[in-house]
């Protein structure tokens, strides 16, 4: 790591992490070329790294992928979770190789090129990990310049003034600009992401889930219809008539990027409205946290987080 008041990159170096307590990692961008601002965070999944960067909980926030090998199996247009990317930009490794694998149809660079997302390869990903586990999760600025020419002062100083997401209400940046109806199932090869099987759920024989959207992952709402249920997305500041309009049979409350408290303000009301009917009311992410607080818990911000793929956990005595 340099000292930031080197200015000039290192030979090969086209891409570099400035934190903002002044540490520079110099490597190689691949992606979009300029900067992007957000917290430095890392993912210990070995696979989805495609899901990753769609996920709007990650809307924000610069992954730093501890698995070495990210691109690898290149893109396609099924394993996403959201119409396009929210996370800010992507740490790896290695640097990406070809595709090998028969469901791509993009390159990882190319799809983070098109995508406006900014990548940086050859990075000690280990050091850097170890870093945010120790000190937390630090604010950075993420630059790729082909040329190999940097500000670090400008840089720095982005960094710096970056205010950080405690106190930041992201989901309502990444929620959906109008209500919907979903009824996708789980999909197979060769369907596109938001296609899946369709499912009549529609004739009055199955449960309507309303789904209050805070930044909502796609796979969510095609196992809710896998279920049996009729989906109903909303936006995450519709109010609870609007609600009950739909005459659901239960609250679904999905995942999210930002402060709960902030997106608090305007959902913890209509979640304790919702509480009084005593229906059912499932909260995931940042909709369990806005349903701890809607019962008068208190959220704090995780001093690393926890960030990687779900592990299945099988209990032996009864399977």
């Known amino acids: 790591m340099a000292d930031p008041t080197t200015t000039r990159a290192p030979s090969g170096a086209t891409g570099v992490l400035v934190l903002a307590s002044g540490q520079v990692v110099w490597g190689r961008g691949f992606g979009a070329e300029g900067s992007a601002v957000g917290e430095v965070c890392f993912?210990?999944?070995?696979?989805?790294?495609?899901?990753?960067?769609?996920?709007?909980?990650?809307?924000?926030?610069?992954?730093?992928?501890?698995?070495?090998?990210?691109?690898?199996?290149?893109?396609?247009?099924?394993?996403?979770?959201?119409?396009?990317?929210?996370?800010l930009g992507a740490i790896v490794r290695e640097d990406v190789t070809n595709p090998s694998n028969f469901r791509s149809n993009r390159h990882f660079t190319d799809w983070m090129a098109a995508n406006g997302?900014?990548?940086?390869?050859?990075?000690?990903?280990?050091?850097?990990?170890?870093?945010?586990r120790i000190n937390g999760a630090p604010n950075a600025v993420i630059a790729h310049n082909t040329a190999g020419e940097f500000d670090i002062p400008a840089l720095l100083a982005q960094a710096q003034g970056w205010p950080g997401l405690e106190g930041m209400d992201l989901a309502k940046d990444v929620t959906t600009l109008q209500s919907y109806g979903w009824d996708a199932g789980l999909w197979s090869l060769g369907q596109g992401y938001d296609q899946g099987d369709k499912v009549d759920t529609k004739n009055g024989k199955h449960p309507k889930v309303?789904?209050?959207?805070?930044?909502?992952?796609?796979?969510?709402?095609?196992?809710?219809?896998?279920?049996?249920?009729?989906?109903?997305?909303?936006?995450?500041?519709?109010?609870?008539?609007?609600?009950?309009?739909?005459?659901?049979?239960?609250?679904?409350?999905?995942n999210g990027p930002g402060d709960p408290a902030a997106t608090g303000e305007y959902a913890v009301p209509v979640i304790q409205q919702w509480l009084a009917t005593k229906k059912p009311l499932?909260?995931?992410?940042?909709?369990?946290?806005?349903?701890?607080?809607?019962?008068?818990a208190k959220t704090e911000k995780m001093h690393q987080g926890h960030r990687g793929a779900n592990h299945p956990v099988k209990r032996l005595s009864d399977g």
Do not use: W
């Open 117 to 132: 997302r900014v990548g940086l390869s050859g990075i000690d990903t280990r050091a850097l990990t170890r870093l945010i």
């Open 282 to 296: 499932f909260g995931i992410c940042l909709g369990h946290q806005m349903l701890a607080l809607a019962v008068g």
């Open 210 to 254: 309303v789904a209050i959207d805070y930044g909502i992952k796609r796979n969510i709402l095609r196992n809710l219809v896998d279920l049996g249920c009729e989906v109903q997305v909303v936006t995450a500041s519709a109010s609870f008539d609007e609600i009950m309009a739909h005459n659901p049979d239960g609250l679904f409350l999905s």
């Open 43 to 87: 993912n210990t999944a070995m696979t989805g790294y495609q899901e990753v960067m769609t996920d709007p909980s990650y809307a924000g926030q610069i992954i730093n992928f501890t698995f070495p090998h990210i691109g690898n199996v290149g893109t396609n247009a099924e394993d996403i979770e959201a119409n396009s990317p929210h996370a």
